[in-house]
């Protein structure tokens, strides 16, 4: 198909027409091709024209800028066969998955092109399939077209021309395809082992590359609203679904175990909404999943994943992990991609070191006997998700979301060297973001904004070691305030959040007044 690279999601001024090729294989492992042919003469509706996929031209009404909902739309109206649920024709239990092929502008309008593989089918099903087509009045033919009845040289399909675009589609899904070059030829890094004295089981991640891609993605966080962050996440999400076509996309999560049994429990139920809550990434999860009950982003429902890795065993952070858990984790994250075709996002900050991905917080704060995950399960973590972004990347050298918006990428902060427990200033952070104290003009009272601050208070400094050893009796009084001292740093941390948010608020508020005003003409 002669295509060019697309950047964005959908482009309805060139992605004018959307069309999808739904096939599958009958008992004698021939490949068959739904087809439609069109009338030579419409008006008198005589002779046949050429073959070609279902679809048709976007409808900016009722398809927005989203080319795959096009296509789907346009195989219902022109034939019957209803996908738009996204299951299976004869098992709505079943998810089907559409591909995107690239976008053909060899003829006067452009198309986007989809394929769906309904796979081995039965001839009682593919008799029950039958009986779910019908075709509207425009068409001369709607079949089911074997692939030995192609001519791929001629470009005609029994003896009747065929679209080009749609003959090269057809023959990239043959049951022998031409051979295949390798595409991807980085080594696979092979993980650090842990230490013997805490083993962790190695978990079975693929070596060869699937329809999955793993890719490592920097979501800023500092002066930013949590909504910002859901958004940008769910920009990317649909942009390899719609963009490039995979079926599924997910975010890895750093969890607890009862988060991470509650979001596999409602995907295997069917669900989206996992109800994850909390403060930090959670914070963020929460708000991905709010946007995706709204109108403009619930088309993600049941594509986009939260794919967890369970630092502790409960909220706090309290318990230990396990590498059990761990490896668990891994493995449903290499399955995401290689069974279920979907891409995995790397969560990053713009803190996360390099080779590395926003996992734990040891990685922050520096390691204590405290932490709910060990430097050596961390290390595992770290270096399967780095063996799979080695393995699993994008297939025919699409471009990451970066790539192809490279003023987004722009925006998002390079990493920074981590400071560890000798380099860490020893001055407390402030309550808030210098981001947030310019959108607060100061007091009409002349007070300063600087002695407002001071009032709320900032969190303590973190506690200081003693280099002298504590007494027996005194050592459990020490850990009893830095826990007190921990839980209020966090207290404090989620309430400088929610003042970002009404600051944001207040500041969109201002903003539409400042509108309102602009267009006030006194008479």
């Known amino acids: 198909m002669q295509e ?85 024709p004869l098992d709505d239990k079943k998810p089907i998955n559409f591909e995107f092929e690239g976008i053909d502008n060899s003829e006067s309008k452009n198309v986007a092109t989809y394929s769906v593989n309904l796979g081995p089918l039965t001839e009682e099903e593919i008799t029950a399939l039958k009986k779910k087509v019908y075709p509207n009045s425009d068409l001369g033919v709607a079949e089911f077209v074997r692939e ?110 009862d988060q991470t049994e509650k979001i596999r429990k409602t995907y ?19 708000e991905v999943e709010n946007l995706l009950a709204t109108k403009d982003y619930k088309d993600l429902q049941g594509v986009f994943a939260i794919l967890p890795i369970t630092t502790c065993a409960h909220s706090g952070p309290t318990g230990k992990t396990t590498g059990s858990w761990l490896k668990q984790d891994i493995d449903y994250i290499n399955e995401f991609m290689d069974a279920k075709g979907g891409v995995v996002l790397g969560w990053q900050n713009e803190y996360t070191p390099v080779n590395s991905y926003a996992v ?19 290390q595992y973590v770290i270096d399967n998700l780095n063996k799979l972004e080695a393995t699993y990347r994008l297939k025919d050298k699409q471009p990451s979301y970066e790539e192809a918006n490279p003023k987004s990428a722009q925006s998002t902060k390079k990493p920074t060297p981590i400071e560890t427990k000798e380099t860490k200033k020893t ?6 973001s210098p981001e947030t104290k310019k959108l607060i003009p100061p007091p009409k009272n002349g007070t300063s904004t600087a002695a407002i601050f001071k009032t709320v208070g900032t969190p ?21 305030v830095e826990k007190k001292l921990q839980e209020l740093i966090e207290v404090l941390t989620d309430l400088n959040k929610k003042l970002e948010m009404i600051v944001g608020k207040l500041t969109e508020i201002e903003q539409s007044l400042e509108t309102v005003s602009s267009h006030y003409r006194p008479r």
């Open 4 to 88: 060019r690279k697309p950047t964005s999601p959908d482009e309805p001024r060139v992605q004018q027409n959307a069309a999808v090729c739904v096939y599958f294989t009958d008992k004698e492992e021939n490949v068959r091709y739904f087809l439609v042919g069109r009338h030579k003469n419409p008006s008198l509706k005589q002779g046949l024209g050429r073959y070609m996929f279902p679809g048709g031209e976007m409808d900016e009404k009722k398809d927005g800028s989203n080319s795959m909902k096009a296509a789907i739309r346009e195989l219902k109206e022109e034939t019957g066969l209803d996908l738009t649920e996204r299951k299976h």
């Open 427 to 432: 001055a407390s952070p402030s309550l808030l």
């Open 360 to 378: 734990g917080r040891g990685d922050i704060i520096g390691w204590d006997d405290k932490h709910c995950i060990t430097p050596e399960q961390h």
């Open 268 to 286: 295997e139920e069917g669900g989206w909404d996992t109800g994850t809550d909390g403060t930090n990434q959670a914070a963020v999860m929460r």
């Open 148 to 257: 030995n009845e192609c001519n791929f040289k001629q470009k005609k399909i029994k003896k009747v021309a065929a679209l080009p675009s749609n003959m090269e589609v057809i023959k990239k899904h043959s049951l022998h395809p031409a051979p295949m070059t390798q595409t991807h030829t980085t080594p696979v890094p092979t993980p650090t082992p842990p230490p013997p004295k805490k083993q962790i089981p190695t978990s079975n991640v693929s070596a060869t590359p699937s329809v999955g891609a793993f890719v490592p993605t920097r979501i800023a966080y500092k002066g930013k609203l949590t909504r910002e962050q859901a958004k940008e996440i769910l920009e990317r999400v649909a942009y390899y679904h719609f963009q490039l076509g995979y079926a599924k996309v997910g975010i890895t999560y750093s969890a607890n175990h």
């Open 460 to 480: 303590p400094p973190p506690p200081k070691k003693e280099v002298q050893p504590l007494p027996q009796n005194a050592k459990a009084d020490e850990e009893a």
